[in-house]
């Protein structure tokens, strides 16, 4: 055989091979964020209605707070106000199966779909709480809609997963102390961490720039060093151009409670960054004594 054919038989093949390659990637690619250790494609898929029903094993504090999470996220695309019950039928439910005993790490979870129901299982209820944000993902992208849209088949393809994290920590920061963000985006921005299973919020309360956490015997760090007069336009360190326009902004302790209790009920510890004695010129600004 000549160099010629052999060239073409290797070309024939590395096509075929690629669009073989192509069509399994297309029947088996679920898109989930982050990618399940284990998972299995089945046939078929499991349809949300109005008479579908979210079981619980067991009736507590904590599964029923992922129960209510799970209520409440299907209630906006859907229109459906889904009844919560411990026990009974799993005919079209989503069920919820909080066992103990089951191996794997705290926030390890199954989730398995098919035409009758949705099973999540787990030895935790961070762990259930994790499959719902998985089985969140199975639906069309319609499903995160904050309004009700009539009319969507809300199906979830059938398949197979077990998951848990690779690793305990799992976090981002944000620093609110060079450029203030409002409680809404604080929640929406723990909301998208809880999304993605990630459990550390990194919260970045204080700086040379500007101290954002009402301590009541201290007033004047929220009255003076929770705002500046201005912002320097482009980079501190080139430019003397100001814009002329007075920046800031504070969260109340009783903010700060409700940000917290919000993170709770996603599983996501709050990391407050409090820095002292660096970083403090805002602190002298207001308490120039203590310097």
């Not at 046939?43 to 079981?55: A, D, E, P, R, Y």
């Not at 199906?155 to 203030?180: C, S, T, W």
Request: aromatic residues 10%.
């Amino acid at each position: 055989m000549d160099t010629k054919n052999i060239k073409n038989i290797t070309k024939i093949f590395l096509v075929a091979s690629l669009l073989i390659g192509m069509n399994l990637f297309a029947n088996s690619f679920i898109n989930i964020i982050p990618q399940p250790q284990k998972l299995e494609q089945k046939s078929g898929n499991f349809q949300l209605n109005k008479n579908t029903k979210i079981i619980i094993s067991e009736n507590s504090r904590e599964m029923e707070s992922v129960a209510d999470f799970l209520q409440d996220k299907i209630i906006h695309p859907t229109g459906y106000k889904l009844p919560i019950q411990e026990g009974g039928s799993t005919e079209n439910s989503i069920f919820l199966h909080l066992d103990e005993n089951m191996p794997g790490k705290t926030e390890a979870y199954k989730l398995d779909v098919n035409a009758k129901r949705v099973t999540i299982a787990a030895n935790s209820t961070p762990g259930i709480f994790y499959g719902i944000q998985t089985l969140r993902q199975l639906f069309p992208p319609e499903f995160e809609s904050k309004q009700i849209l009539p009319g969507v088949e809300w199906k979830a393809q059938a398949v197979n997963i077990k998951d848990e994290p690779r690793f305990n920590y799992r976090g981002m920061h944000l620093d609110v102390g060079r450029h203030f963000f409002p409680v809404s985006f604080i929640k929406k921005y723990i909301d998208l961490l809880a999304m993605h299973k990630m459990n550390r919020f990194h919260w970045h309360l204080t700086e040379d720039q500007g101290w954002r956490i009402e301590i009541k015997k201290y007033p004047k760090l929220t009255r003076i060093s929770a705002f500046r007069d201005e912002t320097v336009v482009g980079h501190g360190g080139t430019s003397n151009v100001y814009d002329g326009q007075r920046y800031g902004g504070f969260y109340t302790q009783k903010e700060v409670k409700e940000i917290v209790k919000h993170a709770q009920k996603r599983h996501v510890t709050i990391i407050p960054e409090i820095e002292m004695p660096g970083h403090s010129q805002a602190v002298l600004a207001a308490y120039p004594e203590i310097g």
